[in-house]
């Protein structure tokens, strides 16, 4: 079967937030996600390198969230259990789902979560918790957090 891949996330779709270091990481995981998706094809099974990019893909969102939960506690973000409680959901499914298919060598669930669900949530997320959280952030701290 002969198909045109299509990444789940185009990255000229990111928002640009007044926060540089953000902008950058929502970036870099973009691109890692897009890889993963290459990876995982839409049928029969993923390329060899797979675990390699998963292990790298919870790191990247461990730092990722871990970076912005940071900032929310040091300048005092009013909503910061909302927007950390969020990460920590997203972070647990991520792991779950890899731990899925580890142990089944199933890559069904995790070909969804990274084809369907995720970047929905990802667009979801950055136009609204990220937005507001950036916002915040430049007007307290200026746009060169790091
Ligand atoms: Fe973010
Ligand atoms: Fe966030």
């Not at 899925?100 to 979560?113: I, S």
């Not at 084809?115 to 959280?133: G, I, S």
Request: charged share 25%; proline share 7%.
């Amino acid at each position: 079967m002969t198909q045109s891949f299509v990444a789940p996330v185009d990255p000229a779709t990111i928002p640009e937030l007044p926060i540089g270091r953000m902008n950058a990481t929502h970036h870099e995981e973009v691109a890692l996600v897009n890889r993963i998706a290459a990876c995982l094809g839409e049928a029969g099974a993923p390329c060899a390198e797979l675990d390699a990019l998963l292990s790298e893909w919870v790191a990247h969102t461990e730092a990722h969230f871990e970076r912005e939960n940071r900032w929310m506690r040091t300048y005092r973000f009013p909503a910061y259990p909302v927007h950390a409680g969020e990460h920590a959901r997203v972070l647990e499914r991520l792991r779950s789902l890899c731990a899925q298919w580890r142990e089944t060598g199933d890559p069904t669930a995790l070909a969804r979560f990274v084809h369907e669900d995720w970047p929905q949530w990802f667009e979801q997320h950055l136009a609204t918790m990220d937005a507001v959280t950036a916002q915040f952030l430049a007007r307290v701290a200026g746009p060169d957090l790091e």
